[in-house]
């Protein structure tokens, strides 16, 4: 499967963002997809992810109520709605798929990474 990320940019604290993750190629074959972000000088570190038949949703407690994952089964994509932005969600933001549900995900499909920029 392939990803593509798209909707980064730059973003005043406060504001909202929404990033897409399309999927193409064989579709997903497994149930779990996931959003990580990486900021510069730090590791990857996930932030939520979606059992999509299930409907389960979890995420890192620093985005809870902050952002929503959702998905468009008939398009094949994944949203991340970012509301409430802060300075330290500045990172490139990565889509992935065939993950595990976990809150320390395993995903075998990425896509490239969009950059979310919030300023001060």
């Known amino acids: 499967v392939q990803l593509q990320a798209s909707g980064g940019g730059l973003v005043q604290a406060g504001g909202s963002l929404r990033l897409s993750c399309a999927a193409s190629?064989?579709?997903?074959?497994?149930?779990?997809m996931g959003w990580f972000r990486q900021a510069p000088g730090k590791e990857r570190e996930f932030v939520g992810s979606?059992?999509?038949?299930?409907?389960?949703?979890r995420y890192v407690d620093s985005v809870k109520g902050r952002f929503t994952i959702s998905t468009d089964n008939a398009k094949n994509t994944v949203y991340l709605q970012m509301n409430n932005l802060k300075p330290e969600d500045t990172a490139v933001y990565y889509c992935a798929a065939d993950c595990s549900w976990s809150n320390r995900p395993v995903c075998t499909s990425w896509g490239q990474g969009t950059l979310v920029t919030v300023s001060s």
């Open positions: 190629g064989r579709g997903f074959s497994g149930a779990v």
């Open positions: 979606i059992h999509w038949i299930r409907g389960y949703l």
